[in-house]
């Protein structure tokens, strides 16, 4: 370990950082902040956002150019090779899949978040990496801060050349510096004149690295001074690949993903002009959250229909494959998977399309709507594509190569497997995402009443804490037991589980509250019960959103989304009851200390016996070259 790295911030420094780049304030509305408080406020999601007549025609022509070059890829070929031809990029620029959301002013195609999303969703049902490279470039890559704060000057220096094809990364991660940015290392000082600024540093896990001409990098400044005392500041850099001091070091190689162009870069005295910051001095890991709202939709998406892949393998196999007489779709043991895939399918879907529809229809805050579809679409996927694993045997383990090879139909599940399980980890894990949500979800509770219980609150801040709460608590408490008498009548067989989502928000509501009371400061170290609280609510919303779009959908004549989301509402309900009924954990306390006594070697024992997997020294950095940049093509 480097000397550089062994310097960690402390946790108060850390938490201090996050908390000054987090939006502070709800100017629009939001279900699910709502919700959290104990608010079913059905009205912000019903009716479900649709896509207009004009989005959808504009949209057409890209969609049918777009299926036509994924049908001509060869996926296990991609897989094998670990790389996307040029011939299948440069098509890509063509038809300006790298410009979906580009103004048509700045040569792009001027989509909605909505038709994007469903633009990548057909992309992952094909290919993960190619996914990655389109998603990398405009969900976290340069497209999105342009959009959202660069300058005027800026957008017509870049965002012709981003629609055109001009590959763009997003450079943050450190090797010490991922979901806590308070331990990054990369600097940017200053010229003495004043016009640039130098950079140095390394970035770790830059997707698209080995191919981008653009990159938005995040990189520290000097120090503002606070109320006397020094500030972290991260700023936000356009640093192109050709600028002198740039460079890749190595290409990444993952479990999956196998043609991602994810890299190792390193920054050393480069020259960026200043005008090349974005949105301004101090403003970097802001810029990152709030691009990341919207950034974060593709992922919902893309998961929705990688489980739609799924059900298709897992129908069509279990009606192919017979044992003890019948098809294997017919042994109960089978159909209960395939029946969970299709309800949490048509739940992630309704996540995804849902949030991105609020996107699209703007004066809505979505951080909480995109961090939790990201959080419950992930790991939806993930089960999705297990059971399907898990319903092929032995098939569903070898490779689509194998099974071409051998006369079978090569269903790639086991490459669906190894490209899926990044998807919780991609943009934030989903242990960080909870955690951010619990943040937001006890945002109006903390800013209201914690500096009753802070120990270091002043006595007139103690006092005006006391006057907030004695304004919200007496009047928003007693309403939290007060039921709902909304019938729902309208949604048919559905009404039963909103009227069950109406009254269990009244019910997450106040135990949040409880466990705030119960717990004092020391809630914020009992993560697990934040995390079952996160949990209720990203079910109440799939339920929500899935009762609406099938609502929509019944009316415009689609009789079999009421069944499937039936099912999903009742599965949820069991999950749900379950997270409250084990809210304070009874075990969690045995859980830690045991994780913490296997920390200190105590149980070293029970590792007797095996073979160290770790077998040879890591190489050197430069036994690992990296890829020779391929060409732009613009």
């Avoid at 520290?220 to 850099?237: L, N, S, W």
């Avoid at 569903?396 to 919780?424: C, F, H, K, Q, W």
């Avoid at 989502?501 to 135990?511: A, E, F, Y």
């Avoid at 799939?542 to 009742?570: H, P, T």
């Amino acid at each position: 370990m480097s000397q550089q790295s062994q310097h960690h911030a402390s946790e108060q420094e850390a938490r201090d950082v996050a908390e000054a780049a987090r939006e502070s304030e709800w100017e629009s509305p939001s279900f699910l902040k709502e919700l959290f408080l104990g608010r079913f406020r059905f009205d912000l999601i019903d009716p479900f956002p649709t896509e207009t007549a004009e989005e959808a025609a504009r949209a057409k022509p890209f969609m049918d150019k777009l299926r036509a070059v994924m049908e001509r890829v060869d996926s296990d070929k991609i897989d094998r090779e670990g790389t996307i031809p040029e011939s299948i990029v440069q098509e890509l620029r063509d038809i300006g899949a790298f410009g979906i959301k580009i103004p048509t002013e700045y040569g792009g195609l001027g989509l909605s978040q909505t038709s994007y999303i469903r633009a990548i969703g057909m992309v992952t049902s094909k290919d993960g990496s190619i996914t990655a490279l389109l998603s990398a470039h405009q969900s976290i890559g340069l497209p999105g801060p342009l959009k959202l704060f660069g300058s005027p000057e800026q957008k017509k220096k870049y965002l012709p050349r981003l629609a055109k094809g001009a590959i763009s990364a997003f450079a943050l991660t450190e090797v010490d510096a991922g979901s806590d940015p308070a331990n990054m290392r990369t600097t940017a000082t200053p010229s003495e004149d004043g016009t640039h600024f130098v950079l140095n540093g390394e970035k770790l896990w830059c997707t698209n690295g080995t191919r981008c001409e653009l990159l938005v990098v995040m990189a520290r400044t000097p120090d503002a001074m606070v109320d006397g005392k020094p500030k972290k500041q991260i700023t936000a850099f356009i640093v192109e690949t050709s600028m002198p001091g740039v460079e890749v070091t190595h290409r990444n190689h993952f479990m999956g993903l196998r043609a991602i162009e994810n890299a190792v870069i390193k920054f050393t005295n480069v020259k960026v002009p200043r005008e090349n910051i974005i949105w301004g001095e101090g403003k970097g890991l802001k810029l990152a959250l709030v691009t990341l709202n919207t950034g974060r939709l593709t992922l919902p998406a893309s998961c929705a229909y990688g489980s739609k892949q799924m059900l298709r393998v897992a129908r069509e196999w279990a009606n192919q494959r017979v044992q003890w007489g019948q098809p294997v779709g017919k042994h109960e043991a089978v159909a209960q998977k395939i029946a969970r895939i299709a309800a949490n399918t048509f739940a992630m879907e309704a996540v995804a399309e849902l949030s991105s529809g609020l996107a699209d229809r703007g004066g809505y805050d979505i951080r909480l709507e995109a961090a939790i579809g990201k959080m419950w679409n992930t790991e939806a996927n993930w089960r999705a594509v297990d059971d399907t694993l898990q319903i092929r045997g032995g098939r569903g383990y070898e490779t689509a190569d194998s099974l071409r090879a051998r006369g079978e139909i090569p269903y790639p599940v086991e490459r669906a497997m190894r490209d899926t399980r990044i998807n919780l980890i991609f943009e934030g894990s989903s242990e960080i995402m909870r955690l951010f949500i619990a943040r937001e979800a006890v945002d109006h509770h903390f800013r209201t009443a914690f500096d009753l219980v802070n120990p270091k609150a002043t006595g007139a801040q103690r006092w005006a804490a006391f006057l907030r709460s004695a304004k919200f608590y007496p009047f928003w408490y007693p309403a939290r037991w007060v039921p709902s008498f909304k019938s729902y009548a309208s949604y048919g067989p559905l009404a039963r589980h909103l009227r069950y989502v109406d009254r269990t928000t009244r019910k997450l509501g106040r135990s949040v509250f409880h466990a705030m009371v119960r717990l004092g400061p020391k809630l914020e170290k009992r993560q697990m019960v934040l995390f079952r609280l996160v949990d209720v609510g990203a079910e109440l919303f799939a339920m929500a959103a899935s009762c609406a779009r099938a609502k929509q959908l019944a009316a415009a004549g689609d009789g079999n989304a009421m069944e499937v989301a039936d099912l999903f509402c009742a599965e949820a309900r069991l999950r749900i009851a379950d997270h409250f009924r084990t809210l304070f954990g009874p075990n969690d306390a045995a859980l830690y200390r045991v994780s913490q006594r296997a920390l200190e070697g105590k149980y070293a024992w029970l590792e007797e016996g095996i073979v160290p997997g770790i077998s040879q020294p890591a190489p050197a950095p430069a036994a690992s070259p990296a890829r020779t940049r391929e060409p732009a093509g613009v």
